[in-house]
Every structure is written in structure tokens, then in C-alpha cells.
């Protein structure tokens, strides 16, 4: 079987290189950036796509740039290069709202995702008698998904009062 770190990721931004530069204009929330227009949908809503890669770092933030350019209907937020909340590593965050978004994007992310890990967990409005802590709590342990190595996220920050 062949080892996996061995493999090679061409540039997620492929295709892309001629793109203007992104804006940094944010949306009404004040927290995610608003993407670029597009014709048309990813094609990763109607089929997956072939696997990429570089060094991490550089990867992630071409992965952010494809993103964004790729699926401008998703929410993406900002570029964390230092822990935040329970993520102990550098992290960015990409929201989605519909079932197809869900299929299309993750099914994508599986693919192009190359040599970063991922995870996926939803975010859960608490219900009575469940605190926004411990909703928040569940979203990243019993409830998620990882995709690539599992990080170990640091739970002690969480208030748990529950």
C-alpha cells in the first residue's frame, strides 16, 4: 500500500491564476468576507474531483483562497494563524446552510482537502435544558466528523456548566 504522506497535491488554486485579488470587504455580520460572483455552481455539486496538495501552511491558505472562489454562496470566515477557542492549531472556518451545500462541499473537501485535516461538526441551536456550552461542547466531540489526522482540540477553555 502506498504511504500517503508520499503523495504530491498540485496548487488548489489551479485554474484560478488569473483571478482578481479578493476583496477584504466583510458581510453584515461583520465576521465573513464577501466572496466573489460566479456564472455557475462548483462542478463538485455534480462530480468529485481529482486530489491536490503543497507544504501546509501555503496550502491552507490556497485551500481558503479556492474556497472562497469556488463556492462564494458559503460563508467563510477569517484565517486564524494562532489557537482559537477549542482549536489548538491554525484554523479557518467555512459555514454551509442547505443539504446540497453540505454534499457538494464536503464531498469536495474530502477530495482537495490534501494534507490538512478537517473537521466537520454542525452547530446546534441548545435546547431547554441544554446550555450553549454544553451544545457547543457536543458540536466538536460526540457530534463531529473528522476528516485526515484528528487534532486534539483543547476542551478546558470551554465553560462547562453543565
Request: hydrophobic share 35%.
Amino acid at each position: 500500500m502506498a504511504n500517503p504522506s508520499k503523495y504530491e497535491y498540485p496548487s488548489p488554486l489551479a485554474g484560478f491564476e488569473n483571478a482578481p485579488p479578493l476583496s477584504d470587504e466583510m458581510n453584515e455580520d461583520g465576521r465573513t468576507f464577501v466572496n466573489p460572483k460566479r456564472e455557475s455552481l462548483s462542478e463538485a455539486y455534480d462530480r468529485f474531483t481529482e486530489p491536490r496538495n503543497k507544504e501546509q501552511t501555503k496550502y491552507a491558505r490556497e485551500l481558503w483562497e479556492r474556497i472562497r472562489r469556488e463556492f462564494p454562496e458559503l460563508r467563510v470566515y477569517a484565517i486564524w494563524d494562532r489557537p482559537v477557542g477549542p482549536h489548538p492549531i491554525a484554523m479557518f472556518e467555512v459555514n454551509v446552510f442547505t443539504p446540497a451545500q453540505f454534499g457538494a462541499f464536503v464531498s469536495w473537501l474530502a477530495i482537495w482537502r490534501g494534507p490538512l485535516s478537517a473537521l466537520v461538526h454542525p452547530n446546534t441551536i441548545p435546547v431547554e435544558g441544554v446550555s450553549a456550552d454544553e451544545s457547543g461542547y457536543r458540536d466538536h466531540s460526540q457530534r463531529a466528523i473528522w476528516m485526515g489526522e484528528k487534532v486534539p482540540l483543547d476542551y478546558s477553555i470551554v465553560t462547562r456548566s453543565f
